[in-house]
C-alpha cells in the first residue's frame, strides 16, 4: 500500500511539474510573440479584429486601430486588410469598424480592403490571405516572400502569427497595447489557448 502512494505521489508531482513548466513555456512565447520586427514600406498587413460594441470599438479593438493607424502612417505604401465578421451585440462587422475609424483619422479607404465573413483568428487569416492573393499586383514583393505584418493585441500576437504561419504567410508582428485592466484576465486566457493550441492544433 505504501508502495502504491508513493507511485501516486510521484505521479501528481510529475504532472504538476509538467503543468508549471507548460504554462511557463506559454508564457515566454506570447511574451516572445509580441516582439515585432522591422518590415518594408509596402509590406502589407492584416489587422484581426475585435468586440463591436454596436457601431464603436471595445477597448481592445481601439488599440489594434490605434496600432493599425500608426503602422499605415509609417508604411505609406501599405495597404491593410481589416478582418473580422459580425457577432451578437454588433451592429456592424469588425472590419467595418475598422474602416470606419482609420478612416475618419485620415488613411486613404482605398488602401484598406474589409474582410467581413470570419469568425475566428484561423478564418480571419485564411480568407485575408485570399484577399491579398486577388488585390497585391503579381510584381509584388510579397509574392515571392509572403512577408505580412499581423497587427493584434501584445498578448495575441505570439498565437495570431502561429496560424499565419499554418496559413502559408511569413508573419511580422505588430503589436497593440494591452491597458492595465486588460492585462491579467486577457493574458491568463491567452495562456490557456495557447496551450490548447500547440495540443490540438498545432
Known amino acids: 500500500m505504501k508502495r502504491m502512494w508513493k507511485i501516486i505521489g510521484i505521479l501528481v508531482l510529475v504532472v504538476v511539474v509538467g503543468g508549471i513548466l507548460l504554462v511557463a513555456s506559454a508564457m515566454f512565447a506570447i511574451h516572445k510573440g509580441a516582439k515585432g520586427v ?76 474589409k474582410e467581413e465573413s470570419s469568425v475566428n483568428t484561423q478564418t480571419n487569416l485564411k480568407r485575408s490571405y485570399e484577399i491579398l492573393e486577388n488585390v497585391l499586383p503579381q510584381e509584388h514583393p510579397w509574392w515571392t516572400s509572403k512577408e505580412t505584418a499581423i497587427a493584434t493585441s501584445e498578448f495575441h500576437c505570439y498565437r495570431g502569427c502561429l496560424h499565419a504561419k499554418q496559413e502559408g504567410l511569413f508573419p511580422v508582428a505588430v503589436a497593440s497595447k494591452t491597458g492595465r485592466s486588460y492585462v491579467l484576465p486577457f493574458y491568463l486566457r491567452e495562456i490557456v489557448a495557447v496551450i490548447y493550441t500547440w495540443m490540438f492544433r498545432s
Open 38 to 113: 522591422s518590415t518594408a514600406n509596402d509590406t502589407p498587413l492584416i489587422v484581426l479584429g475585435c468586440r463591436v460594441k454596436q457601431t464603436e470599438p471595445s477597448r481592445i479593438l481601439g488599440e489594434r486601430i490605434d496600432a493599425a493607424y500608426t503602422y499605415l502612417t509609417e508604411h505609406p505604401q501599405a495597404v491593410a486588410v481589416l478582418s473580422g465578421g459580425q457577432g451578437e451585440g454588433e451592429s456592424i462587422t469588425e472590419a467595418e469598424c475598422m474602416y470606419r475609424e482609420l478612416c475618419a483619422r485620415g488613411i486613404d479607404g482605398e488602401r484598406l480592403y
